[in-house]
């Protein structure tokens, strides 16, 4: 992992529960991404939070982002079983646009 | 809304071959990125074009080579293929200046053997 890294936990919840999951990185950011992926499939955008912001919401999905701790958060209200992924927060530098992921965190819903 | 679009989206190849892998970005976005993703792993960013200039490089073997067209779509091509190359290659695009957020294509899972 180059930059953004998430605790190493694979979370399994019920569905409704809320998930939340972090991720700690190690430089200066301009922005950080969390994506979602399917089972080896393509990465899905869900969210992205400048280092001038602390929270961030969209739609069931809550970011936070603490850059004296360079730490951020996700948090997925009243999970459902299409939320099972894995999921990767990536931290994008001032200067240059090229995307350092974590190692993903697989969170499993049980219906 | 029209994605990134990657093809082929599966290819296997024996060692020592080539492969040729295609990205058509969003519509009217201006950068593409590569990024590789070995099986458990995350991805890693390779390189990078901006208005057909490459604009950044990562992690890029040399045996690696990518471009990108004057229609925006790019090519990523791999010579001398290794077991080690076994891999999904994201192609992603943005739109430089107007957003951070780097959409991604499904992917091609390159095997080799």
């Known amino acids: 992992s180059q930059q953004g890294e998430e605790d190493p936990q694979a979370l399994s919840i019920q569905e409704g529960e809320n998930a939340t999951m972090n991720c700690s990185y190690k430089?200066?950011?301009?922005?950080l991404q969390w994506y979602r992926q399917n089972s080896g499939r393509g990465l899905v955008h869900l969210i992205l939070?400048?280092?001038?912001?602390r929270e961030k919401h969209s739609g069931r999905l809550r970011v936070t982002l603490d850059t004296s701790k360079k730490s951020s958060s996700l948090l997925i209200t009243a999970s459902r079983a299409a939320d099972t992924a894995s999921y990767f927060c990536a931290t994008a530098s001032y200067g240059n646009n090229r995307l350092a992921f974590g190692k993903g965190n697989q969170v499993v819903v049980i219906p | 809304a029209a994605g990134v679009i990657q093809s082929p989206r599966h290819l296997i190849k024996e060692k020592r071959e080539t492969a040729t892998l295609k990205c058509y970005p969003i519509?009217?976005?201006?950068?593409v990125y590569w990024y590789q993703q070995g099986p458990g792993q995350d991805p890693q960013f390779l390189i990078s074009f901006y208005e057909k200039m490459q604009s950044d490089k990562g992690s890029i073997p040399d045996r690696f080579s990518a471009q990108q067209f004057s229609d925006y779509h790019s090519e990523l091509n791999m010579s001398s293929l290794e077991l080690g190359d076994s891999a999904l290659y994201f192609c992603?695009?943005?739109?430089?200046?107007?957003?951070?957020?780097?959409?991604f294509g499904p992917g091609t899972r390159l095997t080799v053997t």
């Open positions: 939070i400048r280092s001038n912001e």
């Open positions: 992603a695009s943005s739109l430089e200046g107007y957003s951070y957020e780097q959409y």
């Open positions: 430089t200066s950011i301009n922005n």
């Open positions: 519509p009217r976005h201006d950068t």
